[in-house]
């Protein structure tokens, strides 16, 4: 049995709170999908639920907003690894409620 | 590739490292790499520990398996390029490329074992809708799947729920068959450290 808990703590605990170029406020308002200044907010919005439609145009809008590209590189791996962390612990929830163990 | 940063902002060493890939594999090195190796401390390093656990840790589920469900998952999530990738992969360990087009194409008829349609269908629900429910979960397990199974799969979909929406987001090119084949060999020697 693979078992990705351990390395999944550290890779939250290391985007959210270790040093970065964007804000730690930004970065975990990224990964929740919530409170972020336009452009930001609608940018993190499509990475979260259709990340196939992101433009040239819609990354070009959150340089023009004055955010560096380390800025938007870590805003953008924070609300991947958000909504995939979403998805992932309500798939566990419903897994855990078929089995009933803990 | 939509920041320079990932395309170019590597260090000298890194450099000199994708040099090296070119000239052995004689294929451009693939965005993904250029990512994962790009301030590797920050995303790249942490991310493949879980990614190397979920594809190549201690499974029932085989390699191929897992690589199809992440081929699948990148299906669902409309992104080619990690469509592309490990359906290499997937062929390279099942080491039958009809089986792999007949999944991704087919599903719901294509020969496989019930535990592992299930499981599939299961996580594109889940990529898809962003949720699943108690039964659908109970489906899997009727289906056959044991608890640690669907555990392993969920482990794969979240890796591939997280690259996916990098690739789509940071505008990874999509090379040809060869690049692909070549980093799908590399990924079955080496794995994803």
Redesign the interface.
């Known amino acids: ?4 808990r351990q ?2 703590k ?2 939250t605990s ?2 959210l709170e ?1 040093e ?1 170029k964007a804000s730690p406020s930004d970065r975990r308002a990224a990964f929740n999908n919530s409170g972020l200044a336009e452009p930001l907010g609608t ?1 993190v919005e ?3 639920r259709h ?2 439609r ?1 433009t ?1 145009e819609d ?2 809008a959150t340089r023009k907003s004055g955010l560096s ?2 800025q ?3 805003i ?2 924070c ?3 958000g ?6 612990d ?3 929830a ?2 855990e ?3 009933g ?1 803990e | 590739m ?5 395309d170019s ?1 590597h260090s000298f060493g890194t450099k000199a490292l994708f040099a090296l890939i070119r000239t052995v594999s004689r294929q451009p090195v693939l965005d993904v790499v250029k990512l994962v190796k ?2 590797a ?3 790249g390093g ?2 493949q ?2 990614t190397h ?2 594809m190549r ?4 589920w085989s390699v191929g398996d897992r690589e199809l469900m992440a081929a699948f998952v990148a299906q669902t ?3 080619e390029f990690c469509t592309k990738a490990h359906a290499a992969v997937a062929q390279g360990a099942y080491r039958d490329e009809k089986k792999v087009s007949a999944l991704l194409s087919e599903l719901d008829t294509a020969a496989i074992e019930e535990p592992l349609r299930a499981t599939l269908l ?1 996580l594109g629900k ?2 898809r809708e ?9 489906a899997v ?1 009727a289906a056959g799947a044991s ?2 199974q ?3 799969a ?2 794969v ?3 591939f ?2 690259i ?8 990874f090119f999509v090379p040809g068959p060869k690049a692909f084949e070549a980093g799908a060999k590399y990924l079955l020697a080496r794995g994803y450290r």
Do not use: W
């Open positions: 049995m693979s078992n990705i390395a999944r550290a890779l290391r985007i270790g970065g940018l499509q990475v979260a990340a196939h992101i040239d990354i070009a590209e380390d938007v590189f870590e953008v791996v609300a991947a690894i909504q995939a962390t979403r998805q992932y309500t798939a566990l419903a897994l409620a078929a089995t163990k | 939509r920041l320079r940063i990932l902002g790009y301030r401390d920050f995303y942490p991310m520990s879980v656990e979920a840790g201690p499974s029932t999530n409309q992104c299961m889940l990529t962003h949720v699943v429910k108690t039964d659908d979960m109970r397990l608890r640690q669907i555990e392993d969920l482990a979909c979240f890796s729920n997280v996916g929406r990098l690739a789509d987001a940071f505008g």
